[in-house]
């Protein structure tokens, strides 16, 4: 049976960990993960193994991490697979985005989609210099005239459809990282339960704790051995929706979406390249044709890498506690620790809840509006089924549709403040066609109808692709529960 990690008696193994928080004010000994700078002296514990999840440069000066407007993706350092983070060599260094920063904690990288491709519902007549059939085609007024058809040797390009940014449907919280209380604290009887996961800067985790790599773990407290579950490059979402346990896993995926050809440029000229002849009717293909790949090699949103890490052992003292209003990841699939609930949305009435109400005011009312009067009816945030985006009010437009997000019911605007939700979308983007072949027969009208005369060459109306994707746009992702402190008695987990 393996005994508790050792410890210097002076470290404070919470120095670092960085939760989840639904409240504007800060709790003792912990700050806003915002990218602000500390100067170490001022804070006396982040220093030796402690200064470890922290960028500390050679003046002293400690840069806290800035998550505002990111989602959280497990750190993979796993190289040669496409499991966990396959595109990791895109990732770049929080504080020097100048610096690549492949398999490590503090990258960040962009949004993506999936590879994909469209097929087009139709295929217009194309052009080129080179005839390749023709037909005959009769007008009231001026008999008949041959058509040419023609193969469209450049490439053509669809409407952008799409949102500014890829995102699952989630909701704004706060990420706070501990850094210590500047008062003398007396070191206590570690209070932190264990099976909670949270979130880690370092390679090496903080006594007591051990990295989510799905490997096993000799548990000294619960004297048995347990496995540890796999995390790496991967998202949280809350669980609880239909058919979504603790711990199952989800591919990425993009919603349905589909695309308009708004014009096909080109003239009536056999010499000059063209698109289709709009003199009169246009025609399409019955088959339809395959528009050209487009894409990553997954959907992802914005978003910086931790570790997650895993409460393993007690017996550690520490300076610290989670406070009151911290929101974790729970990996039980029965119960939560005493003192503390499931993040499911509940109405706050109880007086045992009196702390937990005094933090969190009417930031998660399902019905809140921007105009509202403080004081409002109390709820639990509602993460099931959803992911955790960090509030953006950096004033770098990390979330550009900020300003359009909704309370939960989504009857009302309220902007970028703690509690909205965004549903989930696609970044705009294109495809190209690489060429339209000639059809001899005439299978029916793409757009628009004959009138005496000719009406230019550009079209009127658009062609539309066959929708592709699914019902939501999200990230591979790992099924956990969120969990928010109510009281300072944290134990055993309750059935």
């Given at each position: 049976?393996?005994?508790?990690?050792?410890?210097?008696?002076?470290?404070?193994?919470?120095?670092?960990?960085?939760?989840?928080?639904?409240?504007?004010?800060?709790?003792d000994?912990?700050?806003?993960?915002?990218?602000?700078?500390?100067?170490?002296?001022?804070?006396?514990?982040?220093?030796?193994?402690?200064?470890?999840p922290?960028?500390?440069?050679?003046?002293?000066?400690?840069?806290?991490?800035?998550?505002?407007?990111?989602?959280?993706?497990?750190?993979?350092?796993?190289?040669?697979?496409?499991?966990?983070?396959?595109?990791a060599?895109?990732?770049?260094?929080?504080f020097?985005?100048?610096?690549?920063?492949?398999?490590?904690?503090y990258?960040?990288?962009l949004?993506?989609?999936?590879?994909?491709?469209?097929?087009?519902?139709?295929?217009?007549?194309?052009?080129?210099?080179?005839?390749?059939?023709?037909?005959?085609?009769?007008?009231?007024?001026?008999?008949?005239?041959?058509?040419?058809?023609?193969?469209?040797?450049?490439?053509?390009?669809?409407?952008?459809?799409?949102?500014?940014?890829?995102?699952?449907?989630?909701?704004?919280?706060?990420?706070?990282?501990?850094?210590?209380?500047?008062?003398?604290?007396p070191?206590?009887?570690?209070?932190?339960?264990?099976?909670?996961?949270?979130?880690?800067?370092a390679?090496?985790?903080p006594?007591?704790?051990?990295?989510?790599?799905?490997?096993?773990?000799d548990?000294?407290?619960?004297?048995?051995?347990?496995?540890?579950?796999?995390?790496?490059?991967?998202?949280?979402r809350g669980?609880?929706?239909?058919?979504?346990?603790?711990?199952?896993?989800?591919?990425?995926?993009?919603?349905?979406?589909?695309?308009?050809?708004?014009q096909?440029?080109?003239?009536?000229?056999?010499?000059?390249?063209?698109?289709?002849?709009?003199?009169?009717?246009?025609?399409?293909?019955?088959?339809?044709?395959?528009?050209?790949?487009?894409?990553?090699?997954?959907t992802?949103?914005?978003?910086a890498a931790?570790?997650?890490?895993?409460?393993?052992?007690?017996?550690v003292?520490?300076?610290?506690?989670?406070?009151?209003?911290?929101?974790v990841?729970?990996?039980?699939?029965?119960?939560?620790?005493?003192?503390?609930?499931?993040?499911?949305?509940?109405?706050?009435?109880d007086?045992?809840?009196?702390?937990?109400?005094?933090?969190?005011?009417?930031?998660?009312?399902?019905?809140?509006?921007?105009?509202?009067?403080?004081?409002g009816?109390c709820?639990?945030?509602?993460?099931?089924?959803?992911f955790?985006?960090?509030?953006?009010?950096?004033?770098?437009?990390?979330?550009?549709?900020?300003?359009?997000?909704?309370?939960?019911?989504?009857?009302?605007?309220?902007?970028?403040?703690?509690?909205?939700?965004?549903?989930?979308?696609?970044?705009?983007?294109?495809?190209?066609?690489?060429?339209?072949?000639?059809?001899?027969?005439?299978e029916?009208?793409?757009?628009?109808?004959?009138?005496?005369?000719?009406?230019?060459?550009?079209s009127?109306?658009?062609?539309?692709t066959?929708?592709?994707g699914q019902?939501?746009?999200r990230?591979?992702?790992?099924?956990?529960?969120?969990?928010?402190?109510?009281?300072?008695?944290?134990?055993?987990?309750?059935?």
């Amino acid at each position: 049976m393996a005994a508790p990690d050792e410890v210097d008696p002076s470290a404070d193994p919470l120095i670092g960990v960085i939760v989840m928080w639904g409240s504007d004010s800060l709790p003792d000994g912990w700050v806003f993960c915002d990218g602000r700078t500390l100067l170490s002296a001022d804070y006396p514990h982040i220093t030796g193994d402690c200064a470890k999840p922290f960028h500390v440069d050679a003046n002293g000066m400690v840069r806290v991490p800035d998550m505002r407007g990111l989602f959280v993706r497990g750190v993979d350092d796993r190289t040669g697979t496409t499991e966990g983070d396959p595109d990791a060599a895109s990732r770049v260094d929080m504080f020097d985005p100048t610096l690549p920063a492949p398999h490590a904690p503090y990258s960040v990288q962009l949004s993506t989609f999936a590879s994909h491709t469209h097929e087009y519902q139709t295929a217009p007549v194309a052009c080129s210099a080179e005839v390749i059939s023709t037909f005959k085609f009769s007008t009231s007024d001026s008999g008949d005239f041959p058509v040419y058809l023609y193969l469209f040797t450049s490439s053509v390009t669809d409407a952008q459809d799409g949102a500014k940014e890829t995102r699952p449907l989630n909701m704004y919280l706060r990420y706070i990282i501990c850094v210590g209380s500047k008062l003398p604290t007396p070191a206590l009887a570690d209070p932190t339960p264990l099976g909670l996961i949270a979130l880690w800067g370092a390679n090496q985790p903080p006594p007591g704790w051990q990295l989510c790599k799905g490997t096993s773990y000799d548990a000294y407290d619960l004297g048995e051995e347990i496995t540890i579950p796999d995390l790496r490059g991967q998202f949280i979402r809350g669980a609880g929706q239909t058919g979504r346990s603790v711990g199952s896993t989800q591919p990425d995926a993009f919603q349905a979406h589909q695309h308009t050809y708004t014009q096909f440029p080109g003239t009536f000229t056999a010499g000059l390249p063209m698109a289709q002849y709009l003199g009169g009717d246009c025609y399409h293909e019955a088959s339809g044709r395959t528009g050209k790949t487009g894409g990553s090699t997954e959907t992802r949103p914005v978003n910086a890498a931790f570790h997650y890490i895993i409460k393993c052992a007690r017996g550690v003292p520490s300076k610290s506690s989670l406070p009151i209003g911290a929101i974790v990841m729970w990996s039980g699939n029965k119960g939560v620790p005493v003192g503390w609930e499931v993040c499911s949305g509940m109405k706050l009435e109880d007086p045992m809840y009196k702390d937990l109400q005094a933090i969190l005011q009417s930031n998660f009312n399902p019905a809140r509006t921007r105009y509202d009067p403080s004081g409002g009816p109390c709820f639990l945030p509602d993460l099931t089924g959803r992911f955790v985006r960090g509030i953006d009010d950096s004033g770098q437009n990390r979330d550009p549709d900020n300003a359009a997000r909704t309370n939960l019911d989504g009857k009302a605007t309220l902007g970028p403040v703690l509690g909205s939700v965004q549903p989930g979308a696609v970044a705009a983007h294109s495809h190209s066609v690489s060429s339209f072949p000639g059809e001899e027969s005439l299978e029916g009208l793409v757009f628009g109808s004959y009138e005496d005369g000719f009406r230019g060459w550009n079209s009127r109306k658009g062609v539309s692709t066959q929708p592709e994707g699914q019902g939501e746009t999200r990230p591979r992702n790992t099924a956990l529960v969120f969990i928010i402190k109510y009281s300072e008695y944290s134990e055993e987990a309750r059935p």
